[in-house]
């Protein structure tokens, strides 16, 4: 009895994944059809971006993630735009040189007094693939530049906070996308990278200690679900 009890629950499983599995290729053919398979081009592209980095380990999930921030901050190094690692972007990179899992979008930082340059830059971004995507909504202290189906760019724009009539040098606020204020020191007193398959990215001097205000003094360990989501990207 309990042998043909485990031998229905185990088709019924079988059958609920089978089901999924329909579902979900259900729903990719009617993208591809619906898109005139335009849908592919990002997926088919990325093993054609994949040869520009042979050699550097980056797993085939995360070349359109790399490729887009090599493109993109080479554009800000050819206008002198400056710029630094922040958010998840900067945690890989400090911690594992590398993405910190598979990113969904690309975090950059800049200060507020890069903001306009960023700004007239558009033009030359869209030349690039990256647009200021409609869809997205856009915040004061965010802009984000989006390339079809790939990650997208978030620009964290980090404003001074003035003290006494007098700006710390040190001292920046980042209202996020929930409306929170983000109090954050950072210094750039001596140049430092962070590196990421072998790129190298302007960070912040006490990368550490930024990191640590914003995912907490466990940063260096990740959790378990980041650490197999990496170990499967490999």
Same mark, same amino acid.
């Given at each position: 009895?309990?042998?043909? $009890?485990?031998?229905?629950?185990?088709?019924?499983?079988?059958?609920?994944?089978?089901?999924?599995?329909?579902?979900?290729? /259900?729903?990719? *053919?009617?993208?591809? !059809?619906?898109?005139?398979?335009?849908?592919?081009?990002?997926?088919?592209?990325?093993?054609?971006?994949?040869?520009?980095?042979?050699?550097?380990?980056?797993?085939? /999930?995360?070349?359109?993630?790399?490729?887009?921030?090599?493109?993109?901050?080479?554009?800000?190094?050819?206008?002198?735009?400056?710029?630094?690692?922040?958010?998840?972007? #900067?945690?890989?990179?400090?911690?594992?040189?590398?993405?910190?899992?598979?990113?969904?979008?690309?975090?950059? $930082?800049?200060?507020? /007094?890069?903001?306009?340059?960023? #700004?007239?830059?558009?033009?030359?971004?869209?030349?690039?693939?990256?647009?200021?995507?409609?869809?997205?909504?856009?915040?004061?202290?965010?802009?984000? !530049?989006? /390339?079809?189906?790939?990650?997208?760019?978030? *620009?964290?724009?980090?404003?001074?906070?003035?003290?006494?009539?007098?700006?710390?040098?040190?001292?920046?606020?980042?209202?996020?996308?929930?409306?929170?204020?983000?109090?954050?020191?950072?210094? !750039?007193?001596?140049?430092?990278?962070?590196? %990421?398959?072998?790129?190298?990215?302007?960070?912040?001097?006490?990368?550490?200690?930024?990191?640590?205000?914003?995912?907490?003094?466990?940063?260096?360990?990740?959790?378990?679900?980041?650490?197999? #989501? %990496?170990?499967?990207?490999?």
């Amino acid at each position: 009895m309990r042998r043909h $009890g485990a031998s229905v629950f185990s088709c019924l499983a079988t059958l609920s994944v089978l089901v999924k599995m329909f579902a979900y290729t /259900k729903v990719q *053919i009617q993208e591809i !059809f619906g898109s005139r398979g335009m849908v592919l081009i990002p997926k088919v592209a990325r093993y054609f971006k994949a040869f520009k980095f042979v050699g550097r380990g980056i797993p085939l /999930k995360q070349v359109s993630a790399a490729d887009n921030l090599v493109v993109f901050t080479r554009c800000l190094d050819e206008n002198e735009v400056d710029y630094f690692l922040t958010g998840g972007t #900067l945690l890989g990179a400090i911690r594992q040189n590398s993405f910190a899992g598979q990113p969904g979008d690309i975090d950059l $930082g800049i200060l507020e /007094k890069e903001e306009k340059r960023m #700004l007239e830059l558009e033009p030359t971004f869209a030349l690039l693939g990256f647009i200021r995507d409609s869809n997205y909504r856009h915040f004061d202290d965010k802009l984000v !530049f989006t /390339k079809w189906r790939t990650p997208h760019v978030d *620009i964290m724009i980090y404003r001074p906070i003035p003290r006494d009539n007098v700006e710390e040098v040190n001292l920046f606020r980042h209202r996020n996308a929930a409306g929170n204020e983000y109090v954050c020191n950072i210094d !750039f007193s001596k140049p430092r990278n962070g590196s %990421i398959f072998g790129f190298e990215f302007p960070v912040p001097t006490n990368s550490e200690e930024f990191i640590e205000n914003q995912y907490g003094k466990s940063w260096r360990t990740p959790s378990a679900a980041k650490h197999s #989501l %990496i170990d499967r990207n490999r």
